[in-house]
């Protein structure tokens, strides 16, 4: 109130609605722009809570994939073991290596077999209950 008294007499009442107006607009503007600060500095803080957020999440996600990969490593290795077998000692240098050696070739095979009957498929059993015995 006494300001508003120290306004009229100093400003005077023909330019005090003017300079009214004026404040109005100013105050407006202030309050836009203070409320323009405080959303950016609330976003700017959300902002920061979901980046803290996502690197939780993202360290949880990193030590979970290493669990599990640990525990398949180690289901795969017992798996492994049960099914291969044990590993056989090695042999000392000072005993001789028997190396495998290939089979002799089978002889060639000839036209007639064993039976005097000549052979049609080598490598083929030729069913003999087809054949008529004399």
Request: net charge negative; charged share 25%.
């Given at each position: 109130?006494v300001v508003a008294l120290?306004?009229?007499?100093?400003?005077?009442?023909?330019?005090?609605?003017?300079?009214?107006r004026m404040a109005g607009?100013?105050?407006?503007?202030?309050?836009?722009?203070?409320?323009?600060?405080?959303?950016?500095?609330?976003?700017?803080?959300?902002?920061?809570?979901?980046?803290?957020?996502?690197?939780?999440?993202?360290d949880s996600v990193r030590?979970?994939?290493?669990?599990?990969?640990?525990?398949?490593?180690?289901?795969?290795?017992?798996?492994?073991?049960?099914?291969?077998?044990?590993?056989?000692?090695?042999?000392?240098?000072?005993?001789?290596?028997?190396?495998?050696?290939?089979?002799?070739?089978?002889?060639?095979?000839?036209?007639?077999?064993?039976?005097?009957?000549?052979?049609?498929?080598?490598?083929?059993?030729?069913?003999?209950?087809?054949?008529?015995?004399?």
């Amino acid at each position: 109130m006494v300001v508003a008294l120290v306004a009229l007499i100093v400003i005077g009442p023909e330019r005090l609605p003017r300079v009214a107006r004026m404040a109005g607009h100013l105050l407006g503007r202030l309050q836009r722009y203070v409320s323009d600060v405080k959303a950016d500095i609330n976003r700017e803080i959300q902002l920061e809570e979901l980046q803290k957020a996502q690197r939780d999440i993202h360290d949880s996600v990193r030590s979970l994939d290493q669990a599990v990969r640990q525990e398949l490593g180690s289901v795969e290795s017992s798996i492994t073991n049960s099914i291969l077998p044990p590993a056989e000692p090695t042999q000392s240098p000072a005993e001789p290596v028997a190396l495998a050696q290939p089979a002799p070739p089978e002889p060639a095979a000839s036209a007639l077999a064993q039976d005097g009957q000549p052979q049609l498929n080598p490598g083929f059993a030729v069913d003999q209950s087809d054949k008529k015995r004399v």
